[in-house]
């Protein structure tokens, strides 16, 4: 069972937000020789963001399915883990996801859930949060 009385669901981040924070440390670690490269993989994950969820940059959400939906909440990060909050961003009903997959990488994974108007969420999903992902993935293919 997952949080807000979902059957399931994981914490998710904007697309690009990983490869950002990749971008931004590289630049900031490795001095002047690496620091334009760290900016532009940095500004790219920045764009990426900005169009593919529906969560803002810099935000954390939990995405959670239930019998009837697909529903996005705000997520607050804790000290030890994130937790969901009762705000809702978006949410839509599982009549309308065409697909769901997760595109797992080394450092950070991600899930697109894509819907018959041919819209959809793109997320970031770190190592810690891939097992649930799988888990969103099974529940909006068993139909």
Do not use: C
Not at 24 to 39: D, K, P, Q, R
Request: charged content about 15%.
């Amino acid at each position: 069972m997952g949080e807000n009385g979902t059957l399931t669901g994981t914490f998710v981040e904007p697309k690009g937000t990983i490869r950002s924070i990749i971008g931004h440390g590289t630049a900031n670690a490795f001095g002047t020789a690496s620091w334009a490269a760290g900016l532009t993989v940095a500004a790219k994950a920045d764009g990426q963001m900005a169009s593919s969820s529906p969560v803002a940059a810099g935000s954390i959400a939990y995405l959670g399915v239930t019998p009837d939906a697909v529903i996005l909440f705000r997520a607050k990060r804790g000290l030890l883990k994130p937790k969901a909050t009762d705000e809702l961003i978006a949410n839509a009903p599982r009549t309308e996801v065409a697909s769901a997959v997760v595109a797992e990488g080394r450092l950070a994974s991600v899930l697109t859930v894509t819907f018959t108007d041919q819209s959809s969420w793109t997320f970031d999903i770190p190592k810690i949060h891939l097992k649930g992902a799988r888990e969103i993935v099974a529940a909006l293919s068993a139909r």
